[in-house]
């Protein structure tokens, strides 16, 4: 059982982790000293999940059996695809699928890179190690919802984009959902690389800062 010390302490160690360093990252310091900050930030959730009772390799690679999960994701990403197709075209038509078209060796590098050097380890600190450590800090799982998602939306603060930031959110909305309804870090982490890769492709990359 957890002491009220303990909770304090995590909630102290959940701002320094999801609050403080994002806004750092941003501050005009050295860059070696910002990237010092999020590698050591990194490798302190890391050593957590390692000695966290609950989550194991096998847990985190685990694939669930869940239908309702697919389907789910097949009506979500018909309609970012719609919409992100809709905005494309109304604002620069110029771009739309150049990527995969005209670069498309380029464009399944950065779609592989993405999924497994940002998109999992993402997942693995914002849903895996936030649900297992900081779940029993909320009242009930829609504040933790929002209050995930909030986060997940600034830690892209570093993009200065106020799109970006409203794109993440809603995601992370969705994500979140995903994780408490599956367990599962990577079906999570495939929805989230499935929209982030879709944007991509469709022309709003340099929105989301994949080099063009």
Not at 21 to 29: E, S, W
Not at 66 to 95: C, E, I, K, M, Q
Request: overall charge positive; hydrophobic content about 55%; glycine content about 4%.
């Amino acid at each position: 059982m957890r002491t009220p010390a303990s909770h304090q302490a995590r909630v102290i160690e959940l701002c320094l982790l999801f609050v403080f360093l994002p806004i750092f990252l941003i501050l005009p310091v050295p860059m070696w000293l910002r990237v010092g900050f999020a590698v050591f930030g990194f490798l302190y959730v890391l050593v957590l999940l390692v000695r966290s009772p609950h989550i194991s390799i096998r847990s985190v690679f685990a694939v669930p059996q869940n239908h309702a999960f697919w389907y789910r994701l097949g009506l979500l990403f018909a309609g970012v695809v719609g919409l992100s197709t809709w905005y494309v075209t109304t604002t620069d038509p110029s771009l739309l699928l150049t990527v995969p078209t005209e670069q498309p060796w380029f464009w399944f590098l950065m779609v592989l890179i993405y999924s497994f050097l940002s998109v999992f380890p993402q997942e693995l600190v914002y849903r895996t190690f936030f649900f297992d450590r900081y779940r029993d800090l909320f009242r009930n799982d829609y504040h933790l919802i929002l209050v995930n998602a909030a986060l997940f939306s600034l830690c892209h603060i570093i993009l200065r984009s106020p799109l970006v930031l409203v794109l993440t959110f809603m995601g992370g909305v969705f994500f979140a959902f995903t994780y408490l309804d599956t367990k599962s870090t990577v079906l999570v982490s495939v929805e989230h690389a499935l929209y982030g890769s879709w944007l991509f492709t469709v022309g709003m990359g340099a929105m989301l800062a994949f080099p063009s």
